[in-house]
Nanobody, 127 residues
Framework: VQLQASGGGLVQAGGSLRLSCAAS????????MAWFRQVPGKEREFVAA????????DYSDSVESRFTISREDSKNTVYLQMNNLKPEDTAVYYC?????????????????????WGQGTQVTVSS
């Protein structure tokens, strides 16, 4: 399994970035995909998740209404559109995947809910 995140960079507060995560080695459409972020000295934090097929999404309170998670199963890729960025959004962003195991699956918010991780991409928001 390989998850390759890209799209990070330096942006001013109020700006936008779009992260991408290309997956290989998994049956992509049958995986819940998620984004987490981490700053030095802190635990990894849930950002957003999307169901197989993209019908359901979940966001942390801190990014709700500013970030949008989406997926393009034909390209095995999940995206995170980040608008109105704030300095507190500065972090390394990681994509994660976990296979759907039940018809009644939920979108996990814990690190342990996911079993595959990308290498991370740095997002820096200047004030």
């Amino acid at each position: 399994v390989q998850l390759q995140a890209s799209g990070g960079g330096l942006v001013q507060a109020g700006g936008s970035l779009r992260l991408s995560c290309a997956a290989s080695g998994i049956f992509f459409s049958s995986n819940v995909m998620a984004w987490f972020r981490q700053v030095p000295g802190k635990e990894r934090e849930f950002v957003a998740a999307i169901s197989g097929g993209g019908r359901r999404t979940d966001y942390s309170d801190s990014v709700e209404s500013r970030f949008t998670i989406s997926r393009e199963d034909s390209k095995n890729t999940v995206y995170l559109q980040m608008n109105n960025l704030k300095p507190e959004d500065t972090a390394v962003y990681y994509c994660a995947a976990t296979p759907i195991r039940s018809v009644f699956y939920t979108l996990g918010r814990r690190e342990t809910d996911y079993n595959a991780w990308g290498q991370g991409t740095q997002v820096t928001v200047s004030s």
